[in-house]
């Protein structure tokens, strides 16, 4: 599995239906955050290697609504 964190910049007032939006419709959400700063909040999902990360993150993160924008990390590696 490939570890991606998508910051999401949300509407004004629209942070907590956002995160509540993706928890329940997206299966490959780990866990929200919310976070301070630019961006609104911080998700991690789990994604097989081979899946279209690009694709993804377009269909599936930023046509929620209330999603203004989206920021993508991939991880790498995970140190313990």
């Known amino acids: 599995m490939r570890k991606v964190f998508v910051m999401i910049k949300c509407d ?37 290697v081979d899946a279209d990360l690009g694709r993804f993150v377009t269909e ?6 209330g999603v203004s924008d989206t920021f993508t990390i991939v991880a790498f590696n995970a140190f313990t």
């Open 12 to 48: 004004r007032g629209q942070a907590y239906e956002v995160a509540s939006s993706m928890v329940d419709s997206i299966e490959e959400v780990s866990e929200v955050d919310s976070i301070s700063g630019q961006y609104d909040l911080m998700a991690k999902f789990y994604l097989p």
């Open 60 to 65: 599936k993160v930023q046509t929620l609504p």
